[in-house]
């Protein structure tokens, strides 16, 4: 059953109707498509270059292009660029420059065995490389399709397909593009993806189609190649075509709605005729459908549901992204420009489609840095052909020159720092100069993208690592202090990058230095993630012996004192050095909770308490012989904000029956999340308010999760009194117990004790 309501009628229909029909047994969800939203390219998007003017080959590259000898195309292609001035301004010599890129990416020996398969492939191959549009298409996408025929042959067959005449050639770039990989992205499934299941033609028809009778999202004529990538998906993790077909007729949503759009199908684990999610026989008697209807008809866990949710999503147009995270499923959707929300617990997590790397969000926030200049981007994709050409003739210097010319524009994007930094080595780049041209050159650029000022500095750090240890540290604190103002997540590892740079220090001065530094940097300009995440590295590599915790402590004690005044006040009382201690502790602690890290939650925890020990006692819990069970072992508090008021040494106190204190901001909605030690059977927990505070906080919810993304209702109240005992059905399991207080106006929370109790 499908409902389709006229775009004033949506709201209306959206708070009065909740539709379940039944066909055959399948739920279909469909409500209206038509309400616009803000996914519409972004005010700040600069128009693009002027395209590249076609230009006629030399007569020399235009024989071996007959001839379909594509290596004597390449040779041809430098002989006819050796007379003429390298620049990116020059239409033929840009031209001639990606050419060549085209052949040394895709491999001459690759483009001459598929010219000779057939005439038409040697006519496309000719019409392609001539068509300076279509070809700057498809080089400036992002992943070009590395040593293999994947990308020119999903042309090709769009070509075949379209009678030579492709009516959309930036969809048939994206689909060449995630069909293909890239240099950077070696994709195994991808090669052995189902050709009956992934067709690229089919899913260019498919597009093709909806757009003519208006079903695609406003935006989507105005997405460039790389981002139609997130909407035409990865065929070696995503969904088949029938699930497009599918999800586009079925699940229809405001807009907005799509970042919900996986709940159109029930999460279960079980069939309808008690098959496990798990096992082969979850989909019958449905296995022939597609992947999209039978979720939406049986249900199931968060794979499904989030494959379900991104799919519905990119069937309307709408770029999305399925994503990995510890034991868990999650998806994301672009609603503008730059911003990537969350479905089903993402955005952040191991991207399964992706330009810069998995690592979600620094890898999405590198691309739409990348890409976010149409105008400059492009300018940079043209001087960087002029920079492979120079390279081909020999003329490294030039090429250097003109990588960094390049990098003026897009000075973010790592395929034109590597080959800049492998040209750098190549000539032998001195030490001082390498450091001379991170500090004053590269690095001013990266901040709010450390991690990949890291990635891209890590080029040079065979040079690098041969300076004094003074300069060597000069270079991390400024990537430190870009990592500190990087958005990042659980997701984003560090340990390894971290760990490199510590072991290139030889001195236990510097590595206290080091460390100082780095803590200063995020106790100082921190978002708390990455913070946190560094605090578990440092805990877990030198708190474990005395000699390292003594050294960490000390680093840890000079980036308070560094924190909490500019000039590092001389004789200044033991209190106030104290004071700002405990306020680097309360930090600290709360950016180890946010990270999820429950070693350095604990560490931190108890060296706060080391440090002073506040004069504070919660009452006892006056309900603790209700619930069945003992008191579980909590190792992890998160809390949704702090305040000036909180006591975050006391956060780890609350998960224990002694009890603890906290204070958050005001809210609508605050937040706590524990983390049990293991994961058990629970059958309940207490909750108390601190005293004085008892009107505050009335409805209150429960929820468990076994995976830390999942959450089930457990129990809730509409006025809870001070102390309340949330008793959990029968057969509960968890390792993580949320409490969320629901307020008819922003509020502050304070709660003593949130005990779990597991049998």
């Given at each position: 059953m499908q409902l389709d309501?006229?775009?004033?009628?949506?709201?209306?229909?959206?708070?009065?109707?909740?539709?379940?029909?039944?066909?055959?047994?399948?739920?279909?969800?469909?409500?209206?498509?038509?309400?616009?939203?803000?996914?519409?390219?972004?005010?700040?998007?600069?128009?693009?270059l002027?395209?590249?003017?076609?230009?006629?080959?030399?007569?020399?590259?235009?024989?071996?292009?007959?001839?379909g000898d594509y290596a004597a195309v390449q040779k041809a292609v430098a002989e006819a660029l050796k007379g003429k001035e390298i620049t990116h301004k020059d239409a033929e010599v840009v031209h001639l420059g990606m050419l060549h890129e085209l052949i040394r990416v895709t491999g001459a020996d690759v483009m001459t065995a598929f010219a000779a398969e057939d005439k038409e492939k040697g006519r496309f191959l000719k019409q392609f490389v001539t068509d300076t549009g279509w070809l700057e298409q498809y080089m400036t996408c992002g992943l070009v399709p590395w040593q293999k025929k994947t990308g020119v042959d999903v042309l090709y067959r769009i070509w075949v397909e379209e009678k030579g005449k492709v009516q959309n050639?930036?969809?048939?770039?994206?689909?060449?593009?995630?069909?293909?990989?890239?240099?950077?992205?070696?994709?195994?499934?991808i090669e052995t993806a189902l050709p009956n299941k992934y067709n690229p033609v089919r899913r260019y028809k498919f597009f093709q189609k909806q757009e003519k009778k208006g079903l695609l999202h406003p935006n989507y004529p105005n997405l460039k190649p790389w981002e139609l990538r997130f909407v035409v998906a990865n065929p070696g993790q995503d969904?088949?075509?029938?699930?497009?077909?599918?999800?586009?007729?079925?699940?229809?949503?405001?807009?907005?709605?799509?970042?919900?759009?996986?709940?159109?199908?029930?999460?279960?684990?079980?069939?309808?005729?008690?098959?496990?999610?798990?096992?082969?026989?979850?989909?019958?008697?449905?296995?022939?459908?597609?992947?999209?209807?039978?979720?939406?008809?049986?249900?199931?866990?968060?794979?499904?549901?989030?494959?379900?949710?991104?799919?519905?999503?990119?069937?309307?147009?709408?770029?999305?992204?399925?994503?990995?995270?510890?034991?868990?499923?999650?998806?994301?959707?672009?609603?503008?420009?730059?911003?990537?929300?969350?479905?089903?617990?993402?955005?952040?997590?191991?991207?399964?489609?992706?330009?810069?790397?998995?690592?979600?969000?620094?890898?999405?926030?590198?691309?739409?840095?990348?890409?976010?200049?149409?105008?400059?981007?492009?300018?940079?994709?043209?001087?960087?052909?002029?920079?492979?050409?120079?390279?081909?003739?020999?003329?490294?210097?030039?090429?250097?020159?003109?990588?960094?010319?390049?990098?003026?524009?897009?000075?973010?994007?790592?395929?034109?720092?590597?080959?800049?930094?492998?040209?750098?080595?190549?000539?032998?780049?001195?030490p001082d100069e390498c450091h001379d041209y991170l500090v004053k050159e590269m690095l001013p650029h990266y901040d709010g993208h450390g991690v990949a000022a890291m990635d891209a500095a890590a080029d040079l750090a065979e040079v690098v690592n041969q300076l004094p240890e003074k300069k060597l540290l000069h270079i991390y604190k400024l990537e430190q202090e870009a990592l500190a103002t990087t958005p990042s997540s659980w997701a984003v590892k560090l340990d390894e990058l971290v760990q490199k740079q510590a072991e290139s220090l030889q001195k236990d001065s510097a590595r206290q230095t080091y460390l100082t530094d780095m803590f200063t940097a995020h106790m100082q300009k921190g978002d708390g993630t990455t913070f946190g995440q560094l605090l578990e590295w440092a805990v877990k590599t030198y708190v474990a012996t005395p000699e390292g915790s003594k050294l960490f402590n000390k680093a840890f004690a000079k980036a308070a004192e560094a924190s909490?005044?500019?000039?590092?006040?001389?004789?200044?009382?033991?209190?106030?050095?104290?004071k700002k201690m405990q306020a680097a502790y309360n930090k600290a602690i709360v950016a180890s909770a946010q990270a999820r890290s429950a070693p350095a939650f604990m560490a931190l925890t108890n060296g706060a308490l080391a440090l002073s020990k506040p004069d504070y006692k919660a009452d006892p819990l006056e309900k603790a012989g209700e619930l069945a069970g003992k008191p579980a072992k909590g190792v992890l508090m998160r809390i949704s904000t702090t305040s000036n008021h909180d006591a975050p040494m006391l956060h780890a106190a609350i998960m224990t029956t002694e009890g603890g204190k906290c204070h958050t901001a005001k809210e609508k909605t605050p937040t706590f999340i524990v983390e049990l030690q293991k994961p058990g059977h629970t059958t309940g927990c207490i909750i108390r308010k601190t005293n004085g505070n008892e009107g505050r906080m009335k409805k209150a919810v429960v929820s468990t999760s076994e995976d830390g993304a999942t959450w089930f209702k457990r129990a809730e109240i509409d006025n809870m009194p001070k102390e309340w005992v949330a008793r959990f059905p029968d057969g509960t399991r968890a390792k993580w117990v949320k409490l969320e207080f629901e307020n008819a106006q922003p509020d502050f929370a304070h709660i003593s004790h949130f005990v779990t109790f597991t049998r």
């Open positions: 309501f006229a775009p004033t009628e949506v709201h209306i229909a959206i708070m009065r109707i909740r539709t379940c029909a039944w066909m055959l047994g399948l739920l279909s969800v469909s409500l209206s498509a038509l309400e616009p939203m803000a996914l519409a390219e972004s005010a700040d998007s600069k128009l693009a002027a395209p590249l003017k076609s230009s006629k080959l030399p007569e020399a590259v235009t024989k071996a292009l007959e001839n050639k930036a969809l048939a770039v994206a689909l060449a593009s995630c069909w293909g990989g890239g240099e950077t992205w070696k994709n195994p499934p969904w088949d075509d029938a699930s497009y077909e599918f999800a586009a007729k079925a699940i229809n949503l405001p807009w907005d709605k799509y970042g919900i759009a996986c709940w159109s199908a029930t999460y279960t684990g079980t069939s309808k005729f008690g098959d496990s999610v798990q096992g082969g026989a979850y989909n019958l008697p449905y296995a022939n459908e597609s992947w999209a209807e039978a979720t939406l008809r049986n249900g199931g866990v968060c794979g499904a549901m989030s494959h379900l949710g991104a799919v519905a999503a990119m069937a309307h147009g709408i770029p999305a992204y399925t994503c990995g995270q510890p034991g868990h499923c999650a998806y994301a959707v672009r609603t503008e420009r730059g911003k990537w929300v969350g479905g089903f617990g993402g955005p952040d997590g191991g991207m399964h489609n992706m330009i810069f790397g998995h690592r979600a969000p620094t890898s999405y926030n590198l691309m739409e840095a990348v890409f976010g200049d149409d105008k400059k981007v492009a300018r940079a994709y043209r001087k960087s052909f002029c920079a492979r050409a120079l390279e081909a003739l020999g003329k490294d210097a030039e090429a250097e020159k003109m990588w960094r010319a390049a990098l003026k524009d897009s000075p973010l994007h790592p395929f034109f720092r590597a080959p800049l930094h492998a040209l750098m080595l190549k000539r032998g780049a001195s909490g005044s500019e000039t590092g006040e001389a004789g200044e009382s033991v209190e106030e050095r104290n």
